[in-house]
């Protein structure tokens, strides 16, 4: 067995050590030194000094580990049979770390932006403002008109979609703390040493870290969805509510000031999606009254917000008629109000009418009722087009009369919130498995005397019995008819969304996602059952589907099968004139999880570009306008990674506008809990959806095909290499589960959804989260890597040219073309997480030594083959070189992980031979919340 067990592996190289590189990072280590010392004065006090003790010592011998100063079997040797008790305050203190290092860099990115703003310094790519200096350059070279613009910018969207996930299972009282951290190292960090309050920072810092360590991470019970429905929901008054409009109005306002004739965006450009609650695949916690608490506590959230936000502007609108003219609609709208104290302040009469008209309508949709209700008995809102016409009144009086400045603050933001969120707040989707589809679908058929086992069917007889029952009104089974539970399971289940979509409006359930779709029939028959629940009608000339259907295209098999499927689609008459009835919108779903797992990362990340290509062509056949779904995970092995550097990746004619993915784990707190974070995400993501749209951003031209052909090769090489470790080596599920903690994955108190679609063995049949998860703890990060070096090894030795010809070929792609410096650079930023030193350890775990070597010294030589590739094929000596912020991350806070991979696989071990008791459960469960939080995109 290779040997890697001695130090700790630095691929990522020595630039960080240079002098200028700690003059630029000082602050951050700073900071971190702060941190990490108020919290060691935390422990010491509450935990007293052995434990203390043992933590520093575990931070110190970490760091030397790093420096090789030390073998590493000396901070192993610290946990050898470490008391449970002993273990679990240790492991609370490095995650506690990993969480307040995490405030550090993230305040630390924010204080190197603004000194780069400070500077004058041209805008960074990825922020919006850089974006319109190149779309400016085009528009005055003549390229971009207003007519090009209008067409490209048709139905615009940019949603991300907030997913559940295992290992995000921080409790709110942990999220507001974290955010009460952040705020007062953002005060540190522009020198004050006092709150606005005239409170010490320094005492607050200690009061709130106090609060951290006595605190649980994490509950005790299983998280159940309504937890996650509740986790998906804080980031909307935690960052949503007052980015989201900013942000879409500014995006309209500065593109409609260089196309000024072309009436662009409409409708709000950005807009905030979610799975949580209406994802059922593989989950059968997911019931009618899950998606009714999903779309109904959303709906709260949204009108609550708008309450309070009326009853502010109440407050602070306080005008006098006598000193002011008001506008004959506003003194219309303040006449639903008689109250005589307020007979001169009609913009205070205005409000309390629309705070009295949005409080009938809480009280007519929802079950609960939010603060700063008001009856004056006046009708509710029937749609969120009323309510902001009355929002566009106030405004429009206050302009009039010169208040423009205050129509621009708290109104502006509402009436753009309204536009944004409607009633609904975020678009729930629906998901379920075909073959989930298909057995309930059977089932109907066969109730109804349509027929007696449609399973038997082959595809073009399906097709032609499914065409024609949706060509029918008459529905297939009556109210109360006796079905399976599973049945009558999918039909409540549907049947809620319709009442969602009755209450709060179309826009509350807009798509069902068919996962595992592999044929015309498995579309068809989600549309079956949507008939059954009265979303779909398609009898007539103009049918009535509010409710689009998307096809997810998973693994390698369906990614190249997909477009072909949707041609076969959209040839159906009745399924065309329900996309036209969509306004000619088709959504795809493409999955990056399923296909990495099922080809490796080379190979998928090969197949969903070339199945987008074959999609837009399929589209652009069909007359069809063509909406991509990114089904992205918040590792590279499930297709995360920079979303702005994946996006720009995108082949041309993929994004066209409108752009769908998935936010999942550790990723969404990184990401959206603060105002300045989210408002730099979300502006990446409408920066690089406009670039793709607008620019042509591949930079292939005529060397496209060839460049595709290239990729061809490469992507069967990798999948061949991929395969021989993963689907052929012997022994292999029996190395991994033993290797990694994913047995204790499934079996221990994480998340709401079970870690496999059925009760198998087998890889095919693991939920892809667990896959990328178990290989994160572990360190080994596979599915990101994998397969790749060999594939390139062996690509430039084959073939009549060169080595350096064809190494040279290669070279080229990655300084040309997006797509393929993405795909490596993600790749260098997995494989600088990695640290095969502490993956031995975890290899250590499996009993059969002969099966231990076969397979870890395949994993070794391929992770020395995959560094070697990438740094001939970029130049670069450094994993890092083109992510600074990643490799400051992995230099300065990385040993804190160390710990905690030592005590997960000391408390795995010991676990597994029949220690397993709750102390011991949870001492795992808390060393993956601590590693999760610490890689921060770990699954």
């Known amino acids: 067995m290779v040997d890697v067990t001695d130090t700790a592996l630095d691929p990522i190289g020595d630039v960080h050590r240079t002098k200028l590189g700690r003059e630029a990072t000082e602050p951050m280590r700073a900071d971190i030194r702060m941190l990490g010392a108020i919290l060691g004065d935390t422990v010491r006090e509450q935990n007293g000094e052995e434990v203390f003790d043992l933590v520093e010592r575990a931070r110190v011998e970490s760091f030397r580990v790093r420096r090789s100063e030390i073998d590493r079997n000396e901070v192993s040797r610290m946990f050898d049979g470490i008391d449970i008790r002993q273990a679990i305050p240790v492991i609370r203190a490095f995650t506690h770390f990993a969480l307040l290092a995490n405030v550090a860099e993230d305040i630390h990115r924010e204080r190197r932006r603004s000194i780069h703003v400070a500077a004058g310094e041209p805008p960074q790519d990825s922020s919006l403002a850089a974006t319109y200096a190149k779309l400016d350059s085009k528009k005055e070279s003549g390229e971009l008109d207003s007519a090009t613009v209008a067409e490209a910018l048709e139905g615009a969207l940019v949603a991300p979609v907030i997913t559940a996930h295992p290992t995000e299972t921080r409790r709110r009282t942990v999220f507001v703390t974290q955010h009460r951290i952040t705020e007062l190292m953002r005060l540190h960090a ?85 799975w949580i609650g209406g994802d059922r695949d593989g989950n059968p916690n997911v019931t009618a009254d899950v998606v009714r608490l999903a779309t109904g506590s959303a709906a709260y959230t949204a009108l609550a917000h708008y309450l309070g936000e009326v009853d502010q502007l109440e407050q602070e609108l306080s005008m006098s008629s006598r000193l002011l003219t008001i506008t004959p609609e506003l003194a219309e709208l303040a006449e639903g109000c008689q109250d005589k104290a307020r007979d001169d302040e009609p913009y205070r009469r205005a409000l309390r009418v629309i705070r009295s008209r949005l409080s009938a309508t809480a009280a007519d949709i929802l079950d609960e009722q939010p603060r700063h209700t008001l009856d004056l008995g006046l009708p509710a809102y029937a749609t969120p087009g009323e309510l902001r016409a009355d929002l566009d009144t106030i405004d429009a009086s206050l302009r009039t009369q010169g208040s423009a400045v205050l129509a621009d603050d708290r109104l502006a933001l509402l009436r753009e919130a309204v536009h944004v969120f409607g009633f609904h707040l975020s678009a729930l989707d629906l998901r379920q498995n075909s073959d989930v589809h298909e057995e309930v679908v059977a089932e109907l058929l066969a109730w109804s005397g349509v027929h007696p086992d449609y399973t038997s069917l082959p595809e073009d007889e399906r097709v032609e019995l499914l065409v024609a029952e949706l060509g029918t009104r008459r529905p297939l089974v009556r109210a109360g008819a006796k079905l399976s539970e599973l049945a009558r399971k999918e039909l409540d289940i549907i049947g809620a969304a319709t009442y969602a979509i009755q209450t709060y409006g179309p826009a509350a359930v807009p798509n069902y996602v068919i996962s595992m779709c592999r044929s015309v029939s498995d579309v068809l028959e989600a549309a079956i059952l949507m008939k059954e629940a009265g979303l779909l009608d398609a009898s007539g000339d103009e049918p009535y589907c509010p409710v689009g259907i998307s096809p997810l295209f998973e693994t390698i098999d369906d990614l190249h099968n997909g477009a072909s499927i949707l041609q076969a689609m959209l040839d159906l008459p009745l399924y065309r004139a329900m996309v036209a009835a969509r306004g000619d919108m088709q959504e795809v779903m493409l999955g990056y999880s399923d296909s990495n797992k099922d080809g490796g990362y080379m190979a998928a990340n090969w197949a969903v570009y070339r199945a987008e290509l074959a999609l837009v062509e399929a589209a652009r056949k069909g007359g069809i306008r063509l909406r991509l779904f990114h089904g992205r995970g918040g590792t590279v092995g499930r297709g995360g990674g920079p979303s702005y550097q994946a996006i720009l990746a995108q082949p041309p004619g993929a994004v066209n506008g409108s752009l769908r993915l998935t936010e999942q784990g550790e990723v969404i707190a990184a990401k959206y809990a603060e105002p300045q974070a989210a408002r730099r995400n979300l502006e990446s993501l409408l920066a690089a959806t406009l670039e793709s749209t607008l620019l042509d951003v591949e930079g292939l031209g005529d060397a496209a095909e060839p460049a595709y052909a290239v990729l061809d090769e490469i992507a069967t090489l990798a999948q061949r290499a991929y395969a021989e470790l993963v689907h052929d080596t012997p022994g292999f599920v029996e190395y991994f589960k033993a290797s990694t903690p994913v047995s204790e994955i499934g079996s221990l108190n994480i998340g709401s959804r079970p870690s496999s679609r059925k009760p198998t063995e087998s890889i095919s049949d693991l939920r892809a989260i667990p896959w990328v998860l178990a290989w994160s703890q572990s360190r080994v990060m596979l599915p990101g890597w994998y397969g790749t070096g060999t594939a390139f090894e062996q690509w430039i030795t084959a073939g009549p040219d060169s080595e350096e010809d064809r190494l040279a070929v290669l070279h080229e792609l990655y300084q040309r073309w997006p797509f393929f410096r993405s795909v490596l650079s993600n790749m260098a930023q997995v494989m600088a997480k990695s640290d095969l030193g502490l993956a031995a350890r975890y290899a250590e775990l499996v009993d059969d030594e002969s099966l231990r070597s076969r397979v870890f010294d395949k994993i070794v030589d391929e992770h020395h083959r995959t560094i070697a590739m990438y740094k001939r094929i970029t130049g670069q000596e450094d994993l890092l070189a083109d992510n600074p912020a990643l490799a400051r991350s992995v230099f300065n806070r990385f040993p804190y992980l160390e710990p905690l991979n030592h005590l997960q696989v000391e408390l795995l071990r010991r676990y597994r031979g029949g220690e397993d008791d709750e102390l011991m459960q949870r001492g795992i469960l808390l060393t993956m919340n601590g590693l999760a939080s610490a890689l921060r995109n770990s699954g």
């Open 190 to 274: 522009e020198g004050h040493i006092q709150t606005d309050s005239g409170r010490s920072i320094e005492t607050e810092l200690r009061r709130q870290i106090l609060t951290l360590w006595q605190t649980a991470i994490i509950r005790l019970s299983r998280l159940q969805i309504s937890d996650e429905i509740a986790a998906g929901l804080r980031y909307y008054p935690a960052s949503f509510f007052e980015v989201m409009p900013k942000v879409n109005a500014e995006v309209r306002e500065a593109l409609r000031a260089r196309w000024p004739d072309a009436d662009l965006l409409s409708g709000p450009m950005l807009q905030p999606g979610s």
